[in-house]
């Protein structure tokens, strides 16, 4: 079975110009060639190359080489290029894994450049410190965003059923996942996806509960008890035909193509605000952005965090160049108007304002979410630690175990435990 996260042994082994534009180039014209990875579909790139083609018309001399992958080949490909010393100009970076390349060297702390080519006053204290490792910034943040649930509501409604809203408890979404099979007469459809080994979606169960998968030094923030209950309410749903059997879930590839509700088997899927976009254009139905469900009397279990951000590869030979077009990047509106909320919400107070107007229903409904989540908002928890995409990767598929009945939830619990005590203590 393909994995869809990068490991760290992997890693280790291997639209016209506006007048009230915030940019204006920095740099005097010089032959420079950048180049700029990133991963994401076909409709970022096209967004993306727009705005590359906005900038180099505006900075003549510096010219971007750009290429884009899916997730899984961006980052292989991208531990190679680390191990080589041939890392990017310009990198997208995800939050999982800004810690794991910072303390590698692999990116350029940033500091030194703040109001000195990259202007991130109007991005306000928090979606900044979001970026820094150790006190130093290693990233800019693209845009902010959280877990959510993407509901397909005209399917709970054609069955005369409510749909999930933003107060659901766990049990109450349990009942609903059972009440939907007992009405449903489709074969091969079910109420949600199977989230059992969705990162996001335990690490926001463990908040709840006052914990997490990480501490705060760390380590393991979660017991066997703790996955223990966590397999065992998803076989629970599962023994009430209220998810997706595992022969159908082991076919998602971390693509929003391959998700079981794009694929017509759930009316639930587990994804972050930002991928409503493109959730949308795969499906016919308007769909719905809503809260994880919820403990009652419980510590908030989302957070906001950078959805991307923009890194510059320590071993560039233009970091002036880098940084003057991540600046554009973030702080010209017509970068902006290309952009829209591809990446999250901006992070900037005056981009947003600047969009507002100009979004369509698909946008206005990201940012009501994200509006709408604050009182289950909680604190950013700090970078994960190196080991992470290793655990994520144990999840997933002992998850998988679980759901085929190889594992007792009970026996899924221990080995993801004693996997991840491994993980965390390799180094």
Not at 166 to 172: E, Q
Not at 180 to 198: E, L, R, V
Request: glycine share 6%; net charge neutral.
């Amino acid at each position: 079975m393909k994995n869809n996260l990068i490991s760290r042994r992997q890693f280790l082994g291997a639209s016209a110009l506006l007048a009230n534009s915030m940019w204006v180039p920095a740099l005097e014209a010089k032959n420079t060639t950048l180049r700029f990875n990133w991963w994401g579909g076909d409709n970022r790139a096209a967004l993306t190359n727009k705005v590359i083609e906005l900038y180099q018309q505006r900075q003549i001399g510096v010219t971007l080489d750009p290429k884009h992958y899916d997730w899984l080949d961006y980052w292989q490909d991208f531990t190679t290029q680390v191990a080589i010393r041939r890392t990017p100009d310009i990198i997208q970076m995800d939050f999982r894994y800004l810690k794991l390349y910072a303390e590698h060297k692999a990116l350029l702390p940033l500091d030194s450049y703040l109001n000195k080519g990259l202007n991130l006053d109007s991005f306000g204290a928090a979606n900044i410190d979001s970026c820094r490792v150790n006190g130093k910034l290693y990233g800019v943040n693209l845009g902010i965003n959280s877990a959510a649930m993407v509901v397909a509501s005209k399917k709970w409604n054609d069955l005369s059923l409510d749909s999930p809203g933003f107060d659901m408890t766990w049990d109450n979404f349990i009942d609903h996942c059972e009440a939907y099979a007992n009405k449903n007469n489709m074969p091969n459809t079910y109420a949600t996806s199977d989230g059992s080994g969705n990162e996001e979606l335990v690490n926001n169960w463990l908040r709840q509960r006052g914990k997490g998968l990480y501490s705060r030094d760390g380590g393991l923030g979660f017991s066997v008890a703790d996955m223990t209950e966590w397999f065992a309410m998803w076989a629970q749903i599962r023994g009430v035909k209220g998810c997706v059997p595992p022969d159908i879930q082991v076919l998602q590839k971390h693509s929003i193509e391959t998700s079981p509700l794009v694929l017509g088997y759930s009316s639930i899927d587990f994804a972050h605000s930002n991928m409503l976009l493109n959730y949308q254009k795969h499906y016919e139905s308007p769909l719905a952005l809503r809260a994880f469900p919820i403990i009652l009397n419980s510590p908030p279990g989302h957070y906001y965090k950078p959805s991307q951000m923009l890194s510059i590869g320590a071993n560039t030979k233009s970091p002036e160049e880098a940084v003057d077009f991540v600046n554009f990047f973030v702080t010209a509106p017509e970068a902006a108007q290309v952009l829209g909320l591809d990446r999250g919400i901006p992070a900037s107070d005056s981009i947003r304002a600047f969009l507002m107007p100009t979004l369509d229903d698909v946008g206005r409904r990201t940012v009501e979410y994200i509006s709408k989540l604050k009182p289950f908002v909680g604190d950013l928890p700090p970078p994960p630690p190196a080991e992470a995409g290793e655990i994520a990767i144990s999840l997933q598929n002992i998850a998988h175990e679980v759901a085929f009945k190889r594992f007792t939830p009970r026996e899924g619990a221990e080995k993801f435990y004693r996997e991840s005590s491994a993980f965390v203590h390799q180094s």
